[in-house]
């Protein structure tokens, strides 16, 4: 059956967006409906948590949501919800993003957040792409390509190495 789910996009800050453009564009490049919200976590809690307790019978299947520093949005919004929730910390501050990778992942018992790498833009897209596919071949068949793909970059890297240093 087709995927008919929407992913949302949530960012605490207009700052995080440049990081979030790549996750937008490839939920695009799958074909995903995307809808991206500034919510906060801290400066609207209200609108976040009104968001995320509607948000399954709003047409959405995964949460995305970025932060930095105190970064308790993906937390927030994964309380209000039975949706899966990817977090992605946010590289905003003098601690350079590790202040909110462990505010992000070091969810308590019951609440997961599936934490990516700080900044991790892309593996947030295919991650919630992967998450989707349970129930869609036109997606796995997707993915399966992107690795295809993806071997066969780093396979003719090597031979490109193998050339020069022989
Ligand atoms: C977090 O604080 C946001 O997600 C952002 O990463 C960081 C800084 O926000 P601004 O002060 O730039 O709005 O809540």
New binding site residues.
């Given amino acids: 059956m087709p995927n008919t789910k929407k992913v949302a996009v949530i960012?605490?800050?207009?700052?995080?967006l440049p990081v979030l453009k790549n996750t937008i564009n490839t939920l695009k490049g799958f074909g995903i409906e995307v809808e991206t919200h500034i919510m906060?976590a801290?400066?609207t809690p209200a609108q976040a948590c009104e968001f995320s307790s509607k948000a399954r019978e709003n047409g959405f299947g995964v949460i995305i949501a970025?932060?930095?520093?105190a970064?308790h949005?993906a937390g927030v919004l994964a309380a209000h919800t039975t949706l899966p929730v990817i977090g992605i910390p946010?590289k905003?501050?003098t601690l350079d993003g590790l202040d909110?990778l462990l505010s992000t992942v070091q969810m308590p018992k019951g609440i997961p957040v599936a934490t990516v790498a700080i900044d991790g833009a892309d593996n947030a897209a295919i991650l919630a792409v992967q998450i989707l596919a349970v129930s869609d071949e036109g997606l796995v068949k997707q993915l399966s390509e992107m690795k295809e793909k993806m071997t066969a970059e780093v396979v003719a890297k090597d031979q490109k190495l193998q050339e020069e240093l022989n």
Avoid: T, V
């Fill in positions: 960012m605490g800050s207009d700052s995080d906060s801290h400066r970025a932060a930095g520093k970064a949005l946010i905003a501050s909110a």
